[in-house]
């Protein structure tokens, strides 16, 4: 082999190592910005899941008095605070004020108490029953596989 050859040879194995390594950093910065893409869109899917569990929540419990729906959404903590008979006297303390007077006006909204991860929210709404109203609380979040209820409260206006 001559000169000329070996000096060719050698800046073509060069020319390639350099363009694998442009391949791999485009294919690694093609990953990264996936990732974030991924990440960004899961982040507000869940905030607005959310924001619609919030309202269902609310108009579930204290418009339509849906025990079975409240039941089954309470947090394992919320199910100390609230045992089957204090969910059946929470319901049942709606139920005496009768069926909302016009549309409820859901406030709130989901916060992430990381970056991208552990959503809850909080919704508020007052609702006006026939003789008072009322306003409810509820404090909602997405720990692992699906929305539950934190913390209800639920405070009627003195009688009219």
């Known amino acids: 082999m ?4 070996m000096k060719e040879l050698k800046m073509n194995s060069r020319s390639k190592s350099s ?3 442009l391949a791999i950093v485009i294919i690694v910065l093609a990953l990264i910005g996936g990732g974030f893409w991924w990440l960004f869109t899961n982040k507000q899917a869940m ?5 619609e569990f919030g309202r ?3 108009q579930r419990i204290a418009v339509q008095h849906d025990l079975a729906f409240f039941s089954s959404r309470l947090s394992p903590a919320a199910r100390l605070q609230f045992p089957p008979s204090a969910q059946q006297d929470f319901i ?4 005496k004020l009768g069926t ?5 006006d859901v406030q709130g909204d989901i916060v992430f108490q990381s970056q991208f991860f552990e959503p809850n929210g909080n919704f508020h709404a007052r609702i006006n029953f026939p003789a008072r109203g009322a306003e409810i609380n509820i404090a909602i979040s997405h720990p692992v596989g699906r929305w539950q209820i934190d913390d ?3 405070t009627p206006d003195p009688e009219r």
């Open 2 to 5: 001559t000169e000329f050859n």
């Open 19 to 21: 363009g694998q390594i």
């Open 47 to 51: 905030a607005k899941e959310g924001r």
């Open 56 to 58: 269902e929540a609310i």
């Open 92 to 95: 049942s303390r709606m139920q």
């Open 100 to 104: 909302p007077a016009g549309p409820v």
């Open 152 to 154: 209800v409260a639920f």
